[in-house]
C-alpha cells in the first residue's frame, strides 16, 4: 500500500526558509520520478517542482531560483528546501510519485503539510 507523509511545514516570516520532507513507503522512490506540489486556497493543486530517477530537476516558474528538490533513495525521502518565501507560497504541499513530465503517478494522497508565509 502506497503511504506518503509529508513534514517540515509551518508558520515563517517572508524572507524565511523551510524544508519539506517526504517519505515514501509501499514503493521505492529510487524507480523514478518525484515531485512537490501546492494547493493554495481557493485554488486548484499545482505543480511545484520534481525531480527525476537520474537526478534531474525541474521547477515551476514561481519556485525557480528559491526552491530545491533532492531525494535520498536510501531513506525513500524527497525534501525540498523553500527560500525566499513569499506570501503567495502560502499553501498546503504534498508529494507523490510522477511521470517524466510531472503528472501525479498515484490517487492516494498523503494528508500534506501546511505551509503558511506571512507579510
Known amino acids: 500500500q502506497v503511504q506518503l507523509v509529508e513534514s517540515g511545514g509551518g508558520l515563517v516570516q517572508a524572507g524565511g526558509s523551510l524544508r519539506l520532507s517526504c517519505t515514501a513507503s509501499?514503493?521505492?522512490?529510487?524507480?523514478?520520478?518525484m515531485a512537490w506540489y501546492r494547493r493554495a486556497p481557493g485554488k486548484q493543486r499545482e505543480l511545484v517542482a520534481f525531480?527525476?530517477?537520474?537526478?534531474?530537476?525541474n521547477y515551476a516558474g514561481s519556485a525557480k531560483g528559491r526552491f530545491t528538490i533532492s531525494r535520498d533513495n536510501a531513506g525513500n525521502t524527497v525534501y525540498l528546501q523553500m527560500n525566499s518565501l513569499k506570501p503567495e507560497d502560502t499553501a498546503v504541499y504534498y508529494c507523490?510519485?510522477?511521470?517524466?513530465?510531472?503528472?501525479?503517478?498515484?490517487?492516494?494522497w498523503g494528508q500534506g503539510t501546511q505551509v503558511t508565509v506571512s507579510s
Open positions: 509501499g514503493f521505492a522512490i529510487s524507480i523514478g520520478t
Open positions: 525531480i527525476t530517477g537520474g537526478g534531474t530537476t
Open positions: 507523490n510519485a510522477a511521470s517524466p513530465f510531472g503528472m501525479p503517478r498515484y490517487a492516494s
